[in-house]
């Protein structure tokens, strides 16, 4: 519980609630008011509830003393004579402002007014609680206030002042007071348009100044001031008008009084000062009328300005180039411009000057083509303000006016000519376009060329134009999508001669090149910004590139001058060569061999001998006689014909013997272009002899064998026929394997031996060895040692026969074949598994034998304890049936 309230206050609270009633209020302290004005004092009820108006009497007393009845809301006659003709008038009225408050108006207090005033309310309550009156002091006092418009320093009809945009205006009001008491004075300008007000600026009685809505950046700005002149002297200063500063001025002045610290505005006074009037500022721009100038040359525009400001204004100048007459459609480019600090933008080709304040200048220097169009120049002028600001007064825009550059076009003419012309494929072709009667040409203008192709058409189809190449002002290249990749390969090579000369070469023509070329050569001008435009484009008249096509022939006989007899004899054969519709042919020859139609040994193969190219180098291609190896000679006896000759000839050069000719055309200098292939007649080599007939064959006795067992094959030779020394007779021995069961397979040679006895093994992937003998004079044996089953297939052995002729020179007979031998090689399936049955008898003893000890260890060492436990339970149980 909280501590009791002391006694004295509980007895005050007591008092207050047994006191408390309405209360009747009046403006504590003393009202002051001047003579001629009116008095306004308001009194109300608090406290009062009631739903209808409260009665309110009012009473005055001079002295404080006895009151008389002055006013009542409810008794029309309650008013004193000496006042009924004044409330007749109305100048004494109450006014109602609520139910329970209302107001003494006193129109044109006077003197004799002031005193005391009493606000009263009659009592209709039982008991009375609270207070029914309130009393009030009202003082009157002679006007004291003075308030006057000065004098204006350039006055116009009715205090009227008419200003341009940008001047500075000052306006004067004089206001002072005589009161006898402590007053103070607050003074405001107000700008009205019509029934409109608007605060400019205000001091009030405390000497504080408050911009008005609107005049916060102008006042902190100082452009809106407002000073003491003297000791009634007001002035409002304006460094800049505006056109929103136009209207009348008036000059508010108010008198305040300090009473019981509260002020209390004794009366208010205004006086109209001037009427500002904002002329506008006249202003035009003219530049004059259209002109032309010639190209290279300068152009001079000027823009003379009129306006009526003879003030310090600063006018800003900014010329403006457009395509069209229409400004806003594109937008102008900016080329000068004169700031207001009288600083000059521009760029390096074009100047602005002025000559006097009212003329300025554009100079454009070098002018060009594009520089024709409408030149306009806007004008702006700015009156300097407080604080280095400045405000744009008026501006103005000329006419466009047009300008026309005139230039003088090159003139020139083109002419193209073939300085080379094609007469087969892969000939050179060169174009050359010349620049001839050149005027005009100065040294700011240079010729470009472009190269176009044309197809040729027998038909009325419309036929376009394919670009080749094309060069741009800055000289640079750009080539067609028909030219770019023989451009790269270096097949289209284009060029500039000499300084009107250019060059179209085709390295290599081809029939898809044949057409219609023509150039065009463009002039291109220099421009301020070093870039160039093209001005003239001359064609000129197409150049027709064409040859007959027809087809190559080329014809290749053959022939054998000298008769041809035996086996020994040299062979010789000439190939006469004859050509047509090809460009300075040379030949390439190749000599081949047919085997003869009845020979079965090697059907249908022909065999490369020698070749001779175009060169004239000499290769030999399958010549694998190592002891013939000079017995062949290719050579050119003409520049169409060519030699062949065999020394020593065997029978196994028997056959079909051609020369394959090929035509070749130059290309590119040193390069050589196939233009066309021939086969000449064959000339046939046929030895009729009775010599012997040789045949082979193959035996074995060991065609089927163990892996490990040695393998025997024995080739015989039978000769048959007329009969031959053993000395005459040599062999030339291989043995070949196919490791298939039929011949599907490629044959592999194993061995071979040759009539002098030399033997060549062919290296094997498997361990089994070979070995080549001769066991007889007609008998080869072949042994495989250690086989594998890798040697298992079909065997077979080639012989080729070699017979010395009766002038002791080795004829090598036609190679003969046997037919084949199968061998099998079998497994020996005791061996092959007599040791993983020894190997897997021994391991499964061994995993027995651990297997038997690893189950005594575990039921000796690990179910020791827990069979005692078992048989402890058991005896347990037989002593609990016991009991």
């Known amino acids: 519980m909280g501590r009791p309230a002391p006694r004295p206050l509980l007895l005050a609270l007591l008092w207050l609630a047994l006191c408390r009633g309405r209360v009747v209020r009046v403006p504590a302290g003393s009202l002051v008011r001047v003579a001629g004005t009116e008095l306004v004092i308001p009194c109300n009820v608090s406290d009062y509830d009631g ?82 009156e309130d009393t009030v002091q009202v003082k009157v006092l002679s006007d004291a206030l003075h308030v006057a418009a000065s004098p204006l320093s350039s006055p116009g009809p009715g205090r009227s002042l008419s200003l341009h945009l940008g001047e500075p205006f000052e306006l004067r009001c004089e206001a002072a007071t005589t009161s006898p008491l402590h007053t103070h004075l607050a003074l405001r300008w107000e700008l009205w348009h019509g029934a409109t007000r608007q605060r400019v600026l205000a001091l009030t009685r405390e000497g504080r100044l408050h911009p008005g809505p609107g005049y916060e950046q102008r006042y902190h700005g100082g452009d809106v001031r407002l000073d003491t002149v003297g000791s009634d002297g007001y002035r409002l200063s304006v460094t800049q008008a505006l056109a929103t500063d136009q209207g009348t001025y008036r000059c508010v002045v108010s008198e305040w009084i300090e009473e019981q610290g509260a002020w209390q505005e004794i009366q208010e006074k205004a006086v109209d000062v001037a009427t500002v009037v904002i002329q506008p500022t006249v202003l035009r721009a003219a530049v004059g009328r259209n002109v032309s100038v010639a190209e290279g040359k300068e152009l001079d525009l000027s823009c003379n300005i009129t306006t009526d400001r003879a003030d310090d204004v600063r006018p800003e100048v900014t010329w403006y180039f457009s395509r069209t007459p229409d400004r806003t459609v594109p937008a102008p480019h900016v080329l000068a411009r004169l700031d207001r600090d009288s600083l000059v933008h521009s760029s390096p080709h074009v100047a602005l000057s002025h000559v006097d304040a009212r003329s300025y200048h554009l100079l454009v220097r070098d002018v060009s083509k594009e520089n024709s169009g409408y030149y306009s120049c806007h004008v702006a002028l700015w009156v300097p303000g407080h604080n280095r600001s400045s405000h744009k007064v008026a501006e103005a825009t000329s006419a466009p006016v047009g300008v026309d550059v005139t230039w003088l076009e090159p003139d020139y003419q083109v002419y193209l000519n073939a300085s080379k012309v094609p007469e087969f494929s892969d000939d050179l072709t060169e174009l050359e376009c010349r620049v001839v009667d050149k005027r005009s040409m100065e040294g700011s203008v240079r010729v470009t060329v472009s190269w176009y192709y044309r197809v040729n058409r027998r038909n009325d189809d419309v036929v376009t134009s394919e670009l080749l190449a094309a060069m741009d002002g800055d000289w ?136 001779l190219d175009q060169d004239a180098v000499v290769r030999l291609e399958n010549w694998t006689d190592a002891s013939r190896v000079d017995g062949v000679v290719l050579e050119k006896v003409q520049e169409d014909e060519f030699r062949y000759r065999m020394y020593q000839t065997q029978v196994s050069d028997a056959g079909l013997y051609r020369c394959v000719v090929t035509a070749w055309s130059p290309v590119r200098g040193s390069l050589w272009r196939e233009a066309a292939t021939s086969l000449s007649n064959p000339i046939e080599i046929d030895f009729q002899t009775s010599g012997p007939i040789f045949n082979a064959s193959v035996y074995s006795d060991t065609p089927s064998v163990i892996r490990g067992d040695l393998i025997k094959l024995f080739c015989i030779v039978t000769v048959e026929g007329a009969a031959l020394d053993p000395d005459d007779m040599a062999f030339d021995v291989s043995w070949f394997v196919v490791h298939s069961f039929g011949l599907d397979k490629a044959p592999i040679l194993l061995s071979s031996l040759d009539r002098k006895g030399i033997v060549s093994t062919a290296r094997r992937d498997w361990k089994s060895d070979l070995s080549l003998e001769r066991v007889g004079v007609l008998e080869f044996l072949l042994q495989v040692h250690g086989s594998e089953d890798q040697d298992f297939g079909n065997y077979y052995c080639s012989v080729a026969p070699w017979v010395k002729s009766p002038t002791g020179s080795w004829q090598k007979e036609a190679e003969i074949y046997s037919k084949p031998v199968f061998v099998t090689v079998k497994m020996d399936v005791l061996n092959a598994f007599k040791y993983p049955l020894l190997i897997g008898v021994g391991l499964s003893t061994v995993v027995g034998l651990l297997s038997c000890l690893i189950g005594y260890c575990s039921s000796h060492w690990c179910c020791k304890k827990e069979v005692q436990e078992t048989r402890r339970e058991r005896r347990r149980l037989m002593s609990m049936e016991m009991d």
């Open 476 to 611: 640079t290249l750009k080539y067609g999508e028909r030219s770019k990749q023989r451009a790269q390969d270096g097949d289209f090579i284009f060029s500039k001669e000499r300084a009107d000369t250019f060059s179209f070469r085709i390295q290599r023509t081809t029939e898809e090149d044949r057409g219609n070329y023509y150039c065009v050569v463009s002039a291109w001008t220099r421009q301020r910004n070093s870039s160039w435009v093209k001005s003239r484009d001359v064609f000129s008249k197409p150049v027709h590139i064409f040859w007959a096509s027809e087809d190559s022939v080329l014809v290749v006989k053959a022939r054998q001058p000298k008769p041809f007899f035996a086996a020994g004899n040299t062979f010789e054969m000439t190939c006469k060569v004859s050509s047509q519709n090809i460009k300075s042919p040379r030949y390439s020859v190749l000599i081949t061999a047919e085997k003869p139609a009845g020979d079965l040994s090697s059907p249908n193969e022909t065999k490369y001998i020698i070749s």
């Open 51 to 132: 739903p209808s108006e409260q009665n309110f009497d009012w009473s005055f007393s001079s002295s404080g003393g006895s009151f008389v009845e002055l006013a009542s809301t409810w008794e029309v006659g309650f008013g004193a004579q000496l006042y009924r003709e004044r409330l007749q008038r109305g100048e004494i009225l109450l006014r109602r402002t609520a139910n329970d408050a209302v107001e003494l108006h006193i129109k044109d207090v006077q003197p004799a007014d002031q005193g005391h005033y009493k606000c009263s309310t009659p009592s209709t309550d039982a008991t009375v609680q609270g207070n029914y």
